[in-house]
C-alpha cells in the first residue's frame, strides 16, 4: 500500500476521525506527526518541535527510547497478548509486585485495565461492592470535590466537575453524587475551616457514601489546580472515622510528577483503593491499575457474589506490562527527584515573565509542571501558532496554557518551553484584544 501524501491525511482524518472532544467533522486543521525521539515531534511541513506535554503526563522519558523499545521488542517475540482468564504471566506478575511494592503501604492487590477511565470504573465498583457484600447495600454514592477529573466513561463523568467540567451536559442523567467544595488553591496555603468542612460533609452524607474520590495535591483536566496535602490527611481521618473507602486518582500525578513518587507520599496517606495510568507505561502503550488494600478484597470476596466482575479482554496485556517495568526501572535507576527538581527550577525561572502580561491571572509550577492562568479562554488558534512558532508543542484547554515535559527535558529545552508558555499566552491575548 502507497503512503497517504499530507492532504490526504488531513482530507480522511476530517472526513472519518474523530479527535479529543472534538466536533465531527474536525474545525481545526490538526498537526500530522511523523515521527518522535527524545523531546520532539516530528511534525509535517513544519519540523521538529520539543513536546511540552508528554502526549498528556504519558511520556516521561521521552519518544522512541532505546530501553523501552527493547523491552516492548524483547517482549514482542515472546507473545503480545494472551487473554487472562485462567492464565497469567511473568510481565503481568512481575509488574504487579513492583506497584505493590512502590505504593504507598497496605495497598497490596492489583486490578490491571486498559485505560485510566476503565481503573476509576473498577476503583468505584470495588467502593460499592465492598459495602453491598459487608451488608451495607445503601453505601452507593461517590463524594469528591469540586474541580475534579476522573475521565469521560460513567462513573468517572459523574465525579468530575459538574460545572466547569466537560460533562456538565449530563447533569441529571448521570448517577448523582455528593460534591464538597473547591480545596483552596496553593500547595503550602492550609485552611483548617476547609478541612472542617470535609469531616463535615463526610460525616453528613457517611450513611449513603461507598467512598470519596479525588486527585491528590494536582487537579488535573479539571483546572490544574494545586492544593495541601494536609487535607489529605483531613481525608483520611473523616473516612476512617465516619466508615466510608478512601480512593486517591494518580493517573496524571503518579511517577514522579509532583517531585514525590506518587501525590500520597507528600501526605503519607494510604489510600484504600488507588488508580494509576498515563505514565505507568511510559507512554507506549495503555495500561491502567487499580491497587486496593486486603480490606476491601476481603470485604468483596465475604459476599454473595464474591468476585469482582470485571474482566476486560485486554487486561494484564504482556507488551504493556513488560514496558510498564521497563518504564519503571529506568525511572527508578536514575536520580529522578534532581531531574523533576531541575525542571521545578527551570519552569519557575521560564515562566516568570507570564506573570507580567496583563491578561494573566495565575502562573504556578509544582514539580515537573507549570502553569499559566489567563484571564480569559485561550484562543486555541493563536496559542498554538505561537508555541509552535516558538519550537514547542503545547495543548492550552479553558484559561490554562501548560506544560509537563518529559523528565529528560534539559535546560535549553525547558527555557524553549517557557518561553512559547509565554509566547502563547501574549498571542491569545492579544487575540482577544
Ligand atoms: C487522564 C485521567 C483520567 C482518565 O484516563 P484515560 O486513560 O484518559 O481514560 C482519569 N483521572 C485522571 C486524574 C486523569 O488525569
Same mark, same amino acid.
Given at each position: 500500500?502507497?503512503?497517504?501524501?499530507?492532504?490526504?491525511?488531513l482530507?480522511?482524518?476530517?472526513?472519518?476521525?474523530w479527535h479529543p472532544?472534538?466536533?465531527?467533522?474536525g474545525?481545526?486543521?490538526p498537526?500530522?506527526?511523523?515521527?518522535?525521539?527524545g523531546v520532539?515531534?516530528?511534525?509535517?511541513g513544519?519540523?521538529?518541535?520539543?513536546?511540552?506535554?508528554?502526549?498528556?503526563?504519558?511520556?516521561i522519558h521521552?519518544?522512541?527510547?532505546?530501553?523501552?523499545?527493547? &523491552?516492548a521488542? /524483547?517482549?514482542?517475540?515472546?507473545?503480545? !497478548?494472551?487473554?487472562? @482468564?485462567?492464565?497469567? #504471566? =511473568?510481565? +503481568?506478575?512481575?509488574?504487579?509486585?513492583?506497584l505493590?511494592?512502590?505504593t504507598?503501604?497496605?495497598?497490596?492487590h492489583v486490578?490491571?485495565?486498559?485505560s485510566g477511565?476503565?481503573?476509576?470504573?473498577?476503583?468505584?465498583?470495588?467502593?460499592?461492592?465492598?459495602w453491598?457484600?459487608?451488608?451495607r447495600?445503601?453505601?452507593?454514592?461517590?463524594?469528591?470535590?469540586?474541580g475534579g477529573?476522573?475521565?469521560d466513561?460513567?462513573?468517572?463523568?459523574?465525579?468530575?466537575?459538574?460545572?466547569?467540567g466537560?460533562?456538565?451536559?449530563w447533569?441529571?442523567?448521570?448517577?448523582?453524587q455528593?460534591?464538597?467544595?473547591l480545596?483552596?488553591?496553593?500547595?503550602? &496555603?492550609y485552611? /483548617?475551616?476547609?478541612?472542617?468542612?470535609? !469531616?463535615?460533609?463526610i @460525616?453528613?452524607h457517611? #450513611? =449513603?457514601? +461507598?467512598?470519596?474520590?479525588?486527585?491528590?495535591?494536582?487537579?488535573?483536566?479539571?483546572?490544574?489546580?494545586?492544593?495541601?496535602?494536609?487535607?489529605?490527611?483531613?481525608l483520611?481521618?473523616a473516612?476512617?472515622?465516619?466508615?466510608?473507602?478512601?480512593?486517591?486518582?494518580?493517573?496524571?500525578?503518579?511517577?514522579?510528577?509532583?517531585?514525590?513518587?506518587?501525590?500520597?507520599?507528600?501526605a503519607?496517606?494510604?489510600?484504600?483503593?488507588?488508580c494509576?495510568?498515563?505514565?505507568l507505561?511510559?507512554?507506549y502503550?495503555?495500561m491502567?491499575?487499580?491497587?486496593c488494600?486486603?480490606r476491601?478484597?476481603?470485604?468483596?470476596?465475604?459476599g454473595?457474589?464474591?468476585?469482582?466482575?470485571?474482566?476486560?479482554?485486554?487486561?494484564g496485556?504482556?507488551?504493556?506490562?513488560?514496558?510498564?517495568?521497563?518504564?519503571?526501572?529506568?525511572?527508578?535507576?536514575?536520580?529522578?527527584?534532581?531531574?523533576?527538581k531541575?525542571?521545578?527550577?527551570?519552569?519557575?525561572?521560564?515562566l516568570a515573565?507570564?506573570?507580567?502580561?496583563?491578561?494573566?491571572r495565575?502562573?504556578?509550577?509544582l514539580?515537573?509542571?507549570g502553569?499559566?492562568?489567563?484571564?480569559?479562554?485561550?484562543?486555541?488558534?493563536?496559542?498554538?501558532r505561537?508555541?509552535v512558532?516558538?519550537?514547542?508543542?503545547?495543548?492550552?484547554?479553558?484559561?490554562?496554557?501548560?506544560?509537563?515535559?518529559?523528565?529528560?527535558?534539559?535546560d535549553?529545552d525547558?527555557?524553549?518551553?517557557?518561553?512559547?508558555?509565554c509566547?502563547?499566552?501574549?498571542?491569545?491575548?492579544?487575540?482577544?484584544?
Open positions: 500500500m502507497r503512503d497517504l501524501d499530507l492532504r490526504e491525511i482530507d480522511l482524518d476530517r472526513a472519518h476521525v472532544y472534538g466536533p465531527m467533522p474545525r481545526q486543521e498537526l500530522v506527526v511523523e515521527e518522535a525521539s520532539r515531534l516530528r511534525i509535517a513544519v519540523g521538529d518541535v520539543v513536546d511540552g506535554m508528554s502526549s498528556w503526563w504519558s511520556a521521552g519518544y522512541n527510547h532505546p530501553v523501552l523499545n527493547e &523491552a521488542r /524483547d517482549q514482542l517475540g515472546r507473545m503480545s !497478548h494472551v487473554m487472562f @482468564g485462567g492464565l497469567t #504471566h =511473568e510481565p +503481568a506478575v512481575r509488574l504487579a509486585k513492583r505493590v511494592d512502590l504507598p503501604a497496605g495497598l497490596e486490578f490491571l485495565s486498559d477511565s476503565v481503573s476509576v470504573e473498577v476503583a468505584v465498583k470495588m467502593c460499592l461492592q465492598y453491598r457484600s459487608v451488608g447495600p445503601e453505601k452507593q454514592r461517590m463524594l469528591t470535590w469540586r477529573y476522573h475521565g466513561t460513567w462513573q468517572p463523568m459523574a465525579v468530575c466537575d459538574p460545572q466547569g466537560m460533562h456538565s451536559l447533569q441529571g442523567v448521570l448517577p448523582q455528593v460534591f464538597a467544595d480545596p483552596p488553591a496553593g500547595f503550602d &496555603a485552611d /483548617d475551616a476547609y478541612a472542617e468542612h470535609l !469531616h463535615d460533609v @460525616g453528613r457517611a #450513611h =449513603e457514601l +461507598a467512598g470519596v474520590i479525588v486527585e491528590p495535591v494536582v487537579q488535573g483536566a479539571g483546572g490544574m489546580r494545586f492544593h495541601s496535602p494536609r487535607y489529605l490527611r483531613a483520611r481521618e473516612c476512617d472515622a465516619h466508615g466510608v473507602l478512601l480512593v486517591f486518582d494518580e493517573i496524571a500525578t503518579g511517577f514522579g510528577r509532583t517531585g514525590a513518587l506518587f501525590a500520597a507520599d507528600h503519607a496517606v494510604t489510600p484504600d483503593v488507588m494509576l495510568g498515563k505514565s507505561t511510559g507512554g502503550l495503555t491502567a491499575a487499580t491497587l488494600t486486603p476491601v478484597a476481603d470485604g468483596i470476596a465475604r454473595e457474589v464474591p468476585v469482582l466482575a470485571h474482566g476486560p479482554t485486554f487486561m496485556n504482556p507488551l504493556a506490562a513488560a514496558v510498564a517495568s521497563a518504564s519503571i526501572d529506568l525511572l527508578l535507576g536514575q536520580d529522578w527527584q534532581t531531574e523533576v531541575r525542571i521545578e527550577t527551570g519552569l519557575r525561572a521560564a515573565p507570564a506573570a507580567e502580561l496583563p491578561y494573566v495565575d502562573v504556578r509550577v514539580g515537573a509542571l502553569v499559566v492562568q489567563l484571564d480569559h479562554q485561550v484562543d486555541m488558534e493563536a496559542a498554538t505561537a508555541a512558532g516558538a519550537g514547542v508543542w503545547l495543548r492550552p484547554f479553558r484559561d490554562l496554557i501548560y506544560t509537563m515535559p518529559p523528565f529528560i527535558t534539559g535549553d525547558v527555557a524553549r518551553i517557557g518561553r512559547a508558555v509566547a502563547a499566552a501574549r498571542a491569545s491575548g492579544e487575540a482577544r484584544a
